[in-house]
């Protein structure tokens, strides 16, 4: 079946503009996650979600960073004020939830702020 | 979450077994140990998890110590597109996962 899909899969933007990415999980699954990865290393947490209730956004850096969920299924992240140092590949990964714990990721989105 | 500890780099033959350890002494007893790769900039891709008995799919098998503070994930025999990082993560339930350094795994022909 279709897996995590991501839109746009690329995205070149200036310094201040903002920028939303979206994530698409598998069909049904409970659970949505959003990561970020910096070149030549792990992905690292940014928030995620349980049908549409934002569970931890602990790992957004700052205020600039906001993701929902508004129906349970497709996920938008926004960054606004775009900066150079948010450059960087942004993962979505989804899971079945209640207790299926194995996540799935998508393709990416590459962003890169001039 | 507890933290791992992994190799930053092995190298294994094709067609051999490839043997990945991890350390996770810190691990509680809710915590599973699980195993995703990337390769390339691909996204990461699950292999195999498991809590305290070892594991086997159709990818990898997952050998875990009995007091589970380290595990190896063996591929039985590597190919050249096995080459990839190798994530060794311990997680509790629904949670994020906290990916570190990995294992770059070089599979060489």
């Known amino acids: 079946g279709a897996g995590v899909s991501q839109s746009p899969r690329y995205k070149v933007t200036k310094r201040g503009q903002d920028v939303a990415l979206r994530c698409d999980p598998i069909s049904g699954h409970v659970s949505l996650y959003w990561y970020r990865q910096a070149l030549g290393q792990g992905p690292e947490f940014l928030t995620y979600f349980n049908y549409e209730a934002q569970q931890d956004k602990s790992g957004l850096p700052n205020d600039r960073f906001s993701a929902e969920r508004p129906e349970g299924s497709i996920s938008t992240l926004t960054i606004q004020r775009t900066e150079q140092r948010d450059s960087a590949m942004y993962r979505c990964a989804s899971s079945l939830g209640a207790g299926k714990r194995t996540q799935y990721f998508g393709p990416g989105t590459r962003l890169l702020v001039l | 979450d507890a933290k791992t500890t992994q190799p930053t780099s092995m190298d294994c033959a094709e067609g051999r077994a490839a043997n990945l350890p991890c350390n996770h002494s810190t691990i509680s007893g809710n915590e599973y140990v699980y195993w995703y790769r990337q390769i390339h900039s691909q996204g990461p891709q699950y292999i195999i998890h498991?809590?305290?008995n070892n594991e086997t799919n159709e990818m990898a098998s997952l050998i875990i110590t009995e007091d589970r503070k380290s595990s190896t994930l063996i591929l039985p025999h590597a190919t050249l597109r096995d080459t990839a990082v190798y994530y060794c993560?311990?997680?509790?339930?629904?949670?994020?996962?906290?990916f570190g350094g990995g294992t770059r795994l070089m599979v060489k022909p």
């Open positions: 498991g809590l305290k």
């Open positions: 993560i311990v997680s509790s339930a629904g949670n994020m996962l906290t």
